[in-house]
C-alpha cells in the first residue's frame, strides 16, 4: 500500500518563527498521525486525526502544536513558536488495513 | 502506560548469515498488536512484519520472521540469509488494541550493520 507524501522534506527556519509541515495522502484516508524523532532518539507519538479531529495526542503536543486537514486531503502540522528543541525529524503516517500505519519519509526541521 | 525495550543498541552480522534482534515490553493489556519498522540511511519508516498478540503463530515475512513469546512479554526478529541492503536500524514497536488509542510506542531500536 503506498504511503504519503510529505513536504518540505527538509525545512530550516529560525527560533521563533512558525513552520508548517505537509502530509499529503495517496488517496482519501481518515486516521492520520503525526511522530517526531530527535536524531539519535527513539520515534515519539505526537497526535493521532481521525475524520477532521483530534483522537489522542501526547504530551509533547502542546500549545504551540496544532493539527488541521484545511482542504480536505493535506494534513498539517504547524509548530507556531519554534524552538531549538523542536529540531528533529517529523513523520506523518496513515492508518491503513489490520492496523498497520504507514510512514511518509519525513520531514527534517532545523531550527536555528 | 506501555513501554518497549531493545537491549541491544548495536549489531553486526555478516552477509548471508542470520541475526536476531531482540525486544520486550511491558503492558497489562491482553490485546495489542506488535511490529518491527526499518529505518535505513534514507530516515523512512519502513514496516518489516506484523503481528497480532492474539495469534500463537509467529508472523513471517520472506526472509524475516518473529519469535512471540506472549508469556515473556518478548517480541524478537530473526533476519535469514541477511543482505547489504538489510543494513538499518530497526525498530520495534507496540499498539494496543483496545481502550481506542492508536498510537505506536517504540523501542530505542537497534542499529543493524552488515558486512559482506
Known amino acids: 500500500e503506498p504511503e504519503v507524501t510529505q513536504t518540505p522534506s527538509h525545512q530550516v527556519t529560525q527560533m521563533g518563527q512558525e513552520v508548517i509541515l505537509r502530509c499529503v495522502p495517496i488517496?482519501?484516508?481518515?486516521?492520520f498521525y503525526w511522530y517526531r524523532q530527535i536524531l539519535g532518539q527513539k520515534v515519539e507519538f505526537l497526535v493521532s486525526?481521525?475524520?477532521?479531529?483530534?483522537?489522542?495526542k501526547s504530551e509533547i503536543f502542546d500549545d504551540q502544536f496544532s493539527v488541521e486537514r484545511p482542504d480536505g486531503s493535506n494534513f498539517t502540522l504547524k509548530i507556531r513558536s519554534t524552538k531549538l528543541e523542536d529540531s528533529a525529524m517529523y513523520f506523518c503516517?496513515?492508518?491503513?488495513?489490520?492496523?498497520?500505519?504507514?510512514f511518509g519519509a519525513g520531514t527534517r526541521l532545523s531550527v536555528l | 502506560a506501555q513501554t518497549v525495550t531493545q537491549s541491544q543498541p548495536e549489531m553486526s552480522v555478516q552477509e548471508a548469515e542470520t541475526v536476531t534482534l531482540s525486544c520486550t515490553y511491558d503492558t497489562s493489556e491482553s490485546d495489542y498488536y506488535l511490529f518491527w519498522y526499518k529505518q535505513p540511511p534514507s530516515r523512512q519508516m519502513i514496516l518489516v512484519i506484523r503481528?497480532?498478540?492474539?495469534?500463537?503463530q509467529n508472523a513471517t515475512e520472506n526472509r524475516f520472521s518473529v519469535n512471540f513469546q506472549k508469556a515473556a512479554k518478548s517480541f524478537s526478529l530473526k533476519i535469514s540469509d541477511s543482505q547489504l541492503g538489510d543494513a538499518a536500524m530497526y525498530f520495534c514497536a507496540y499498539r494496543s488494541a483496545q481502550g481506542g488509542s492508536e498510537k505506536l510506542v517504540f523501542g530505542k531500536g537497534t542499529k543493524l550493520t552488515v558486512n559482506p
Open positions: 486525526f481521525y475524520n477532521n479531529e483530534i483522537s489522542e
Open positions: 488517496s482519501n484516508h481518515l486516521y
Open positions: 503516517a496513515r492508518g491503513g488495513r489490520a492496523s498497520i500505519q504507514y
Open positions: 503481528q497480532e498478540a492474539y495469534k500463537q
